[in-house]
């Protein structure tokens, strides 16, 4: 014979407590409230950055009395014809010689630096972690320690007033940021890869150009654009090793200099459209560089942490 079974009453639901929210429901409200906090944030930090902008390009098409009149009106006139004297006044000089110089030193700064991070990643050897420190701490130091024994070395090299001069001083003081985010970079690319290359037959010198350069491009473009930026807006270095040093010797001003030199040409009558209009032709090339590599230096800054 079965035995019948014992029918169970079901339990009892769960009545929620009074006053009581869901778990789920009070983060999703903390997070809302995070979101809105950070997004107009954002919003607050872009229109700090874009009114400027957009106020000094508007400056640029108004007169000296629309300027002194009202700052922040509209222009009334749109002509370019106020960005052709500033081109003329020297502005297109100094733009060439700043052209010169980062031609040189950056190029020459992405390469010498990563080739010093590539080892200092890759190669295990006595002094490694004492020479990477190194690196790193020339980034702690302040330039303006270094203007007096600079310029006084510099000159005893006869570069004072020259394009290597000034592109040495630039790449020295590029590359501690460079070896120093280069070497994250390096040490977050797979051993794997190097180490077929190796088996291959490959050198250190193609294992290098041909294999982990290439696949390092992310962090090329990001440390490129950084150091682009840096010696483009420098000015304590230009203004102290690029100085004419006898009556026959030529101006080489770059940008920040040049932009200087415009306004104490002026003197009282101070022309600010074309001030205005020289700030604008030294800052369009860096917001299109910028603008154009945006996804790259995005993704090269990324990677090292997704690896």
């Known amino acids: 014979m079965s035995t019948p079974v014992k029918e169970t009453a079901p339990a009892p639901a769960e009545r929620p407590v009074a006053g009581a929210t869901p778990r789920s429901g009070g983060r999703r409200g903390e997070g809302v409230v995070l979101n809105a906090f950070s997004h107009g944030f954002l ?48 502005i297109g000089d100094y733009f060439l010689n700043t052209l010169i110089v980062l031609v040189f030193s950056v190029p020459l700064t992405m390469l010498l630096g990563s080739m010093a991070a590539y080892v200092l990643a890759r190669y295990p050897f006595p002094g490694n972690r004492l ?41 020295a003081y590029s590359m501690p940021f460079t070896v120093f985010f280069m070497h994250a970079f390096f040490r977050t690319l797979p051993t794997a890869v190097f180490e077929a290359a190796v088996l291959d037959g490959a050198s250190h010198t193609r294992t290098f150009f041909q294999v982990m350069l290439p696949m390092a491009k992310p962090g090329l473009v990001s440390v490129g654009i950084f150091n682009t930026l840096g010696q483009w807006n420098q000015f304590i270095l230009p203004t102290v090793l690029m100085q004419p040093q006898s009556g026959s010797d030529p101006e080489r001003y770059v940008l920040t200099q040049g932009l200087i030199q415009l306004n104490q040409q002026q003197g009282y009558a101070a022309d600010l459209p074309v001030l205005f209009a020289g700030v604008t032709i030294a800052m369009i090339p860096m917001l299109v560089v910028y603008l154009s590599f945006q996804r790259q230096v995005q993704a090269g800054l990324t990677s090292a942490t997704l690896k």
């Open 131 to 171: 020479l990477y420190y190194f690196f790193v701490a020339g980034a702690m130091f302040p330039v303006f320690l270094a203007l007096v024994p600079l310029f006084f070395m510099v000159k005893r090299l006869d570069m004072l007033n020259t394009y290597q001069g000034l592109v040495l001083v630039y790449i």
């Open 43 to 90: 919003a607050l930090w872009a229109l700090l950055i874009v009114l400027p902008l957009v106020w000094l390009v508007l400056s640029s098409f108004k007169t000296d009395a629309q300027i002194g009149g009202s700052a922040f009106g509209w222009p009334r006139h749109w002509s370019l014809d106020v960005f052709a004297r500033a081109w003329d006044k020297g």
